[in-house]
């Protein structure tokens, strides 16, 4: 019985443990600014490159106001320094799930606004890769999908030693 209780304390830890890891942050892209023409061209820039993004994490690109915008994401550094307009945008409310490592490259195509320094370069993990947006697709689940798996997984070794 006390080997039972053990084995049950540990999967308890465990299971919390793995939890806690799959926790994922929302950042709002430009924090009390918003996703909007941005003081200085420097300002998404500095804004994502003083966060550290992990897999799970998402980026909401939020606006109000008068102003149109639009986020866009495009595949590779040469299109984010030129402001290349990509064929699919996205309006106010878009939510970027970061689900694998490396770079994603975000322009709002408005006008000149993407030259007007409305564009930021996301890097998940290390920053190993920056010249293209990773293969993997993407997915809003990486997250839950992780904690559903860690708990399901911890339940089965409870279940397993009450039945032995």
Not at 20 to 38: F, M, N, Q, R
Not at 51 to 61: A, N, S
Request: glycine content about 10%; overall charge negative.
């Amino acid at each position: 019985m006390a080997s039972r209780m053990g084995l049950i304390g540990c999967s308890f830890i465990i299971m919390v443990a793995m939890l806690k890891g799959a926790t994922a942050d929302l950042y709002v892209a430009g924090d009390s600014l918003g996703w909007t023409i941005p003081p200085n061209t420097s300002f998404y820039s500095d804004w994502a490159s003083s966060r550290t993004f992990q897999i799970g994490d998402q980026v909401l690109f939020n606006w109000t106001g008068t102003w149109t915008h639009n986020v866009a994401e495009v595949s590779t550094r040469a299109e984010y320094e030129s402001c290349t307009k990509p064929g699919i945008v996205f309006g106010s409310g878009y939510t970027a799930n970061l689900i694998s490592n490396g770079s994603r490259f975000f322009i709002c195509t408005v006008d000149n606004h993407c030259d007007l320094g409305m564009k930021m370069i996301v890097t998940v993990g290390s920053p190993t890769n920056t010249s293209a947006v990773p293969s993997t697709p993407r997915d809003s689940n990486g997250a839950a999908s992780l904690s559903f798996g860690a708990l399901l997984a911890t339940l089965s070794t409870i279940v397993v030693s009450f039945l032995t």
